[in-house]
């Protein structure tokens, strides 16, 4: 039988493999109302499970994407024909994920700050998914940036949770994505995102340190230093990729199985660009890849929702795209005429 630890050390080795990255379908039910408003379609169960089950059995997905993280509602899925999504995903070659957390809420006593629940009973949900077949786990923290803050009670009360959390997937055998985003809402400017960035992962491992997680068994989901979205001269492609480099290097230990970023409101394109110019940055210490959502699905979402029937070929055309893109991007071998071609 091969060691707990050897195994968490594989799965994470393989979410990160060369060229490859992680496809985010985790929405939260509030969330993908939002995504599925946004393009006419109504939030049923069934439109969720026809458009998810689209993207999973997009022909040849498996070449770029490791592993996907799924909602709660999704692991529990069967697709039309009575096949279990955590099923197509294994034929696939795609690891079933799962995010575990419960949503980020006011975190007392501090306005505007957010603290991510969901560690009650964590324990046993973990057990469960492991039996529905989840290899990986995502919990993600949030960290705004604004006047006076974050405060270090927002990143402290954080990077606990973040660690007690990777600890119990550890213990089940199952890796964790660690996710504390830093978002680009506001009108900040590179340098202030740099250190809010840097603040936020030099908290987050040391607390991991702490709790005892196994780096080489833990993936890094980490957000961009970038402007914000609102900021007057927004730093272009290069500025951001030698930012967000420089920020890791100096916070994320090299022992880390892994970093994979989210797009967090970037194009879609802006994000793989980004991507790609930090792998072309030289050698570094850890695989540098995606875990995207909106960036992966938002084409593929609006071409499937104009006719969910008609177009369903059409729209896994564009996501395998998208994925060959942000695949080539993990490698540093993007480029425009690959964009286009
Ligand atoms: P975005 O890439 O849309 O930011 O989503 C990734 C994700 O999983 C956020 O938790």
Redesign the pocket.
Known sequence: MIDKLEQLVEIARQMVAPGKGIL?I?ESTGTIKKRFDGVGVESTEENRLDYRSMMLSTPGLGEHISGA?LFDETIRQKTADGTPLVKLMESQGILPGI?VDKGAKALAGFEGEKVTEGLDGLRERLAEYTELGAKFA?W?AVITIADDIPTRACLEANAHALARYAALCQEAGIVPIV?P?VLMDGDHDLDTSYDVTEATLKTLFHELYEQNVLLEGTVL?ASMVISGSEASNRAGPDEVAEATLDCLLNAVPAATAGIV??????GDVE?TAHLDAMNKMGDLPWPLSF???????AECLKTWAADPKGNREKAQQILAHRARMNGLAALGEWSEDEENA
């Not at 970023?261 to 970037?266: A, D, E, V």
């Not at 875990?291 to 699905?297: E, F, P, T, V, W």
């Open positions: 985010a985790d993280i995010k995502k993600r996710e985003e989901k970023f989210l797009s967090g409101g970037q994000a875990s995207y959502g909106r960036a992966l699905q």
